[in-house]
Structures are given as structure tokens and as C-alpha cells.
């Protein structure tokens, strides 16, 4: 009995398994309701739009002259200083009070940290790359964040009736507030730098200023957003300001893995939420909500901006778009609304950058719930569990070991962690097979099909009589689940593992391909551990179902078959994942091993018949739950006898 209830265990493991990875996509209903409140949002922006027309009509105006005296040749022929006078007349027209700002050479600047080479253009004042100083690509490239040619970060907002957008304009460097002199810096020892591009209008004291703060030791820089003297500029009915950020990721690993949750994930100010767009496919969400921070993540690095007094509004899309550049990954966006302060003299708008690992320690040293964008499970309780696992993870690494050395201590531990329920669901294996004769004569007795509830109560009987729980063999391998659940989401998302070697595999976070091969049936390589895995999965199964027999029950001799069935298709799934996760349940299949090993040198079968003989001969009090029970079964047979009058 207890054989068929672990099979049934096995079974049930396997349906949550994959109903869990089934349901983890959106409803249409939650699709609905999203566009629903997307629709809703359109039109309010409708209005915006058309007094928007009207403001820019006068701007295309000014282009189209402008443009005229870029590609007129006969232009050339004019007087010099015509030209150049109708030039500074329609860059004037175009740009308003920022017009001398409207021409220049990209000028670049890099800044480096320990753990960050930044490089900064003029072009716009933004970042143009961040490169990664501790991390290399699959590849053994430098590890930039994003596609420096097709990066996008604008502020825009009205000012003297026009558009401006200021990733159009030439800013000017500074540093710690005096002009920047040239050459790249380094950030010394526990200092920083303040770093600043400032955006100039035709008077020197009414500027924008974009500030960022380098530390020498930090991912995360913080990054303001200045106004000085610039009331009378912008339009005094804007209460807000709006951010364009736009970035190309680039392929950074050698495999894509399907529980990488790479998408736009934020985090509300109010419910400290954390959520995300559709994941693997193009998708946009309009968000009213106010917004603590906006990232772009991929598996393992992300792109962050943080508010430190929160976002307004947010428009957040992903997609995957033609590209010319052979590394291209995927196209992340958001608008964000960030709130201005129309009639003050001096604005400041607080805000960070982050661009590092998806390293969960790092991330929770923030204490802004990024950490939460590495998925550790939907569940409370598995996510619980992983936290655990992290902990121990972490204690281990610091020692400096090989992490197939880590694994196979923490193995170890959780192996020993469970080895009560183990054990439990052993001996009550053991128990099963001493009753088994006993349990065959009472199927001899009940052969029939209409006796199936009086086969079912004598079962139950000589199971309370020997104190034995029917849930006893299926039960604590039910419990050990949310487990195998937190490994299978811990391993992928360990970036620990990135690029470190153990035995043939030379990089424990991807697959170990021993073989490589056209694509066939889904699959173009064979990963040495996941086959592994699959051996020592396929002889636990072989050992199982020798202690099991079939000969007694008939119609459990197809479950036979589809337990040497699952292991193959596991192989399937785990053959494109990481080699650590094989490598893992590898090890927990040859603990079993020797855990079945000593476990019968623990349980003496002849003493376990003397134990069940003289419970038998106990008087044995039957639970509120038994007796619920076999009056459940006394009414059903009643009624099936009733049904059969009939």
C-alpha cells in the first residue's frame, strides 16, 4: 500500500509541477482588465494630445525653415553672414531660449569605479554605455549593459511654447560644480564624484542640470534632476516632467532560460508591490499608480531608475525588434511622469541609477524591495525556503570552495534536513511489504467490484491494527515538494554560479554540452549532468518498482511504465537548463541511495512483524477522522445498494 501511495506521490508531484509552470501565465481575464485600464488611460491622454497639435504647429513650422536652409544649396551663395544670421533666426524659432544649446560635437566622458567603467555624452547629458568590470559575456566580452547606439534617455516638457526634448542638446560637464578640464576619472578610495551636464539657456543662470553621485565601491549612483531660474521658461500649467528611457539589451549568456522572468519589472510606493510585464513575449502596460522604481532585467543584470519620492505615471513596454546588431536581445521602454514644482525658483528632483548583477544580497542591501525581481517563487512558502537556502548558500561560498563542492554540502544539508521524513516514509514501506500477504488475502476475499468498500474498510482495519497511516507513504514526499519546487527556481536564478566551473562543465548557471548536433525534436546538444541525472533517476525508479507488486493489482501496471516515462521527460526539459540544477538532483539521487542503504540496516523487517502482532492484539481507539470516515463509506455503500434495487 505504501509503494502505491509514494507512486501516487510521484504522480501528484509531477501533475502540480507542470499545472504550476501551465498556470503561471495571465488569464485572459487579467489581460482584459489591463487593456481595459490602458483604454481608459488613452483617452484621458486624447485630450492632452490635441492642445499638444496645437503647441507644435508652430514648432514644425520653425523646422520646416530650418530645414530649408540646411539643403538649399543655393544657400552657399548668399552673403556669410546672411546665412548665418538666418541660421541662429531658425534655430531660435525652433528651440526658443535653448537654441545656442542646438549645436555641438559629442564630446565623451568616462568615469570609472570599482565595479563600473561609466561613459557619459554631452549628446543629451545622459549615460552612453556602462560597462560591467567584474563580469565578461559568455563570451569572455565586456559585459555592457546595453546597446550604446541605440540608447535613449529624453526629458521633455513646455517651455515658451514649444516641445523640448533634451536629449536634442549639447550639455556642459562638470565636476564637484566647477568645468570639466578633460580626461577620463577614476573614484578614489571610500570618496565619490559629482558629476554633472548642464543644459544653458541664453542667460548663464537659468539652466537644467542632470547630477550624478559616483561611489567607488556602489552599483547604485544617485542621479538628480536640476531646474535653477527656470519658472518664467517652462510653462507655468506643467506640474510634471516626462522621461523617455529606451534600451536595447544585448545577449549576455549562452542559453536563454525559460524562468529568467526577463521583462520591465516595477515596484508601487503605496502596496510595495513588486510586478512586471508579460514574460517571453512583446507586451505594454500604462500604470496611474505612483511608482517607487522602473527596471529593465534580463537573467542576470538589470537597468534600474529609482524615484526617491516616486513616479507619477508610467507607460512600460517590451518587445523584440529587427536589429542590425548581431548581439541584440531585446527593446525595453518607459515613459515616466515625474513631478515639477512650476513656481519654485530652484527644482530638485531626486532620483538613482542602477546598473550591476541580479545578485540577491546586493539588491537587498538596497532596502527598496529590489531583490524581488529575481523570482525565488510565486508561493510564500517556497520563497521562504529559498531564503534559507540563499543563507546557507551564501555561508558556504565564503569560504572560497568550488561551488560543485558548495552544492554538494548544501545537498548534504537538506538531505539530512528531511532524513525524519525519509525515513518515515521507509519504514512505513518496510511495514507494507510484512503486511502484504495479509493485505492479499483480503483482496482474495473481496474480489468483486461491488465489495470494493468492504475491500476498502478490511484495508483500513489491518493498516489501524498494525498503526499504520494511510497517508504514511505519500505524505512525506508531499512535504519534501515546496523544496524541490525552491531548488528548481533557486539554481536558475543564482548568478553564484555564472561562469564557474566544475569537472566538464565550464559554467555551472547553462548547460554542459558534451554533444552538439542539428536541432532535432527541440533539442541540438546532450548535457552531460542532466544525463546523469536521468540515470540515476530511471535505477531509483528501477529499485522502486521492484519492491512494488503489480501482479496483485493489475491496473497499476501502466503507472509502472509511466514512472520510467517521466524521468525521460524531464531529461527533455532539464537538458537546456542549468547544469548545477542537474548536477543537484544527481546528488539527490545518490544520497537516496545510500539513505535506502541505511535505512535498511535500521529497520529489521522480523522486529517490524513482532511490533505489527502485537499491536494487533492492542485494543486500538479510533480517531474523530476514522469514524468520520467509515460512516462515510457505510452510507456509500448503502446507496450503491439502493441504486442496484432500483
Known amino acids: ?50 492642445l499638444d497639435s496645437l503647441r507644435q504647429a508652430e514648432q514644425q513650422r520653425a523646422d520646416a525653415q530650418l530645414a530649408a536652409l540646411q539643403t538649399d544649396t543655393a544657400m552657399m551663395a548668399m552673403d556669410s553672414l546672411g ?75 513646455f517651455a515658451n511654447n514649444r516641445i523640448v ?70 510653462a507655468t500649467n506643467a506640474d510634471y516632467m516626462s522621461i523617455d528611457w529606451a534600451v536595447d539589451l544585448l545577449k549576455q549568456e549562452k542559453s536563454a532560460d525559460r524562468f529568467a522572468d526577463e521583462s520591465v519589472y516595477f515596484r508601487s510606493l503605496n502596496d510595495k508591490d513588486v510586478d512586471h510585464l508579460v514574460v517571453n513575449k512583446d507586451s505594454e502596460q500604462t500604470v496611474t499608480n505612483k511608482l517607487k522604481w522602473i527596471s529593465f532585467k534580463q537573467r542576470f543584470f538589470c537597468n534600474v531608475i529609482v524615484a526617491k519620492d516616486g513616479f507619477e505615471n508610467a507607460k512600460m513596454a517590451m518587445q523584440t525588434r529587427r536589429s542590425n546588431n548581431p548581439r541584440y536581445y531585446k527593446s525595453m521602454s518607459a515613459n515616466i511622469e515625474v513631478p515639477y514644482n512650476v513656481s519654485a525658483e530652484t527644482n530638485d528632483i531626486p532620483m538613482q541609477l542602477y546598473f550591476g548583477p541580479n545578485h540577491f544580497k546586493t539588491l537587498r542591501s538596497y532596502k527598496i524591495g529590489l531583490q524581488d525581481q529575481i523570482n525565488l517563487g510565486n508561493f510564500f512558502l ?74 476498502q474498510q478490511a484495508i483500513l482495519n489491518l493498516q489501524r491494527q498494525a498503526g499504520v497511516s494511510p497517508a504514511s507513504g505519500c505524505l512525506p514526499a508531499l512535504l519534501q515538494f515546496p523544496i524541490l519546487i525552491a531548488i528548481f527556481r533557486f539554481f536558475p536564478a543564482s548568478i553564484e554560479l555564472r561562469q564557474q566551473p566544475f569537472l566538464w562543465a565550464d559554467d555551472l548557471s547553462t548547460y554542459d554540452s558534451i554533444v552538439e548536433f542539428p536541432k532535432f525534436l527541440g533539442m541540438d546538444h546532450l548535457s552531460l549532468f542532466t544525463i546523469l541525472m536521468t540515470i540515476t533517476t530511471l535505477i531509483y525508479t528501477w529499485v522502486n518498482n521492484k519492491q512494488m507488486d503489480y501482479s496483485s493489482n493489475p491496473q497499476m501496471k501502466p503507472m509502472k511504465w509511466m514512472m520510467y516515462l517521466m524521468p525521460i521527460m524531464f531529461f527533455a526539459i532539464f537538458n537546456n537548463y542549468s547544469a548545477g540544477l542537474s548536477y543537484y538532483y544527481m546528488l539527490v539521487n545518490i544520497i537516496t541511495f545510500i539513505q535506502m542503504f541505511v535505512f535498511r540496516k535500521m529497520i529489521n523487517e522480523d522486529k517490524v512483524r513482532a511490533t505489527i502482532e502485537e499491536n494487533k492484539r492492542k485494543p486500538v481507539k479510533k480517531s474523530n477522522f476514522q469514524k468520520r470516515l467509515e460512516e462515510a463509506q457505510k452510507q456509500q455503500a448503502k446507496l450503491q445498494q439502493q441504486q442496484k434495487k432500483r
Open 1 to 50: 500500500m505504501n509503494n502505491k501511495n509514494t507512486l501516487i506521490g510521484f504522480v501528484l508531484i509531477a501533475a502540480i509541477l507542470f499545472g504550476w509552470m501551465y498556470f503561471m501565465t495571465p488569464s485572459k481575464e487579467q489581460i482584459a482588465e489591463q487593456q481595459r485600464i490602458q483604454d481608459s488611460i488613452r483617452r484621458v491622454r486624447l485630450e492632452e494630445m490635441a
Open 83 to 157: 546665412l548665418v544670421q538666418q541660421r541662429q533666426n531658425a534655430l531660435r524659432d525652433k528651440y526658443g531660449v535653448f537654441a545656442a544649446s542646438a549645436e555641438g560635437s559629442e564630446q565623451l566622458v568616462t568615469i570609472e569605479n570599482k565595479l563600473q567603467r561609466l561613459t557619459f555624452s554631452n549628446k543629451g547629458g545622459f549615460l552612453k554605455q556602462v560597462e560591467l568590470k567584474d563580469y565578461k559575456t559568455y563570451d569572455s566580452l565586456p559585459l555592457i549593459s546595453f546597446d550604446p547606439e541605440t540608447a535613449l534617455f529624453d526629458l521633455s516638457f
Open 165 to 234: 526634448n533634451t536629449s536634442q542638446f549639447f550639455f556642459q560637464p562638470y565636476v564637484n560644480g566647477q568645468p570639466y578640464a578633460g580626461g577620463d576619472m577614476t573614484v578614489g578610495e571610500g570618496d565619490s564624484i559629482v558629476f554633472s551636464q548642464r543644459l544653458t539657456t541664453d542667460d548663464p543662470n537659468k539652466y537644467i542640470e542632470f547630477v550624478y553621485t559616483i561611489r567607488d565601491d556602489n552599483y547604485m549612483m544617485d542621479f538628480d534632476i536640476r531646474t535653477v531660474g527656470m519658472k518664467d521658461v517652462i
Open 382 to 455: 517556497i520563497r521562504w525556503i529559498n531564503y534559507g537556502v540563499i543563507a546557507v548558500f551564501n555561508w558556504l561560498s565564503q569560504y572560497g570552495w568550488n561551488y560543485g563542492i558548495v552544492i554538494l554540502i548544501l545537498t548534504i544539508i537538506i538531505k539530512t534536513l528531511l532524513f525524519p521524513l525519509a525515513f518515515k516514509s521507509y519504514k512505513s514501506s518496510a511495514i507494507t511489504r510484512v503486511l502484504k500477504p495479509e493485505m492479499d488475502a483480503i483482496n482474495e476475499k473481496y474480489p468483486k467490484e461491488e465489495d470494493a468498500m468492504k475491500k
